[in-house]
């Protein structure tokens, strides 16, 4: 499934300050904006490849292209830290995240809580990551994941 972009632009050109036309709602803008770089994206203040955009959240291509051609995140406009700290904003990220969803025939919805689970930016927000049978991309809990892990060990199965 091809990823579409707004107003079926190119993705390259694509690429440019979020909209600035759509306000931004996080308290303390300016500050967050300073130290969030989802909230500078939210508020037109940092360049994304936006590829959908609803009054409550954005789906962005990540910077460093994703773990495949069809990898978007969904964020909130308003700045919650993760999936825990406002089940509302949660809410509304996962309805935006299932109607992209719904335009694949496979995909994992992946968000994490917290440094330990792998937590990187903390302003809330969904990876959605585009599956094909084989695809060779494996998760810790798959068998592909063991196969992979055992031949980085040089052990054999």
Request: net charge negative.
């Amino acid at each position: 499934m091809q990823t579409t972009l707004l107003n079926g632009a190119d993705p390259v050109a694509a690429t440019r300050p979020y909209s600035a036309d759509v306000r931004h709602d996080a308290p303390a803008l300016g500050d967050l904006v300073e130290r969030c770089i989802f909230c500078a994206i939210a508020a037109g203040r940092a360049p994304a490849l936006v590829v959908r955009e609803w009054p409550d959240a954005l789906a962005v291509r990540p910077r460093s292209g994703g773990v495949n051609s069809g990898h978007v995140f969904v964020l909130p406009r308003v700045h919650v830290e993760d999936a825990g700290t406002d089940p509302e904003v949660t809410v509304v990220v996962m309805r935006r995240a299932a109607e992209l969803m719904a335009e694949h025939g496979a995909a994992n919805l992946i968000t994490s809580k917290g440094t330990e689970a792998t937590q990187s930016v903390f302003h809330l927000h969904v990876h959605i990551v585009p599956r094909a049978e084989g695809d060779g991309l494996p998760l810790p809990w798959t068998p592909q994941h063991a196969a992979r892990a055992t031949a980085r060990n040089g052990a054999t199965a």
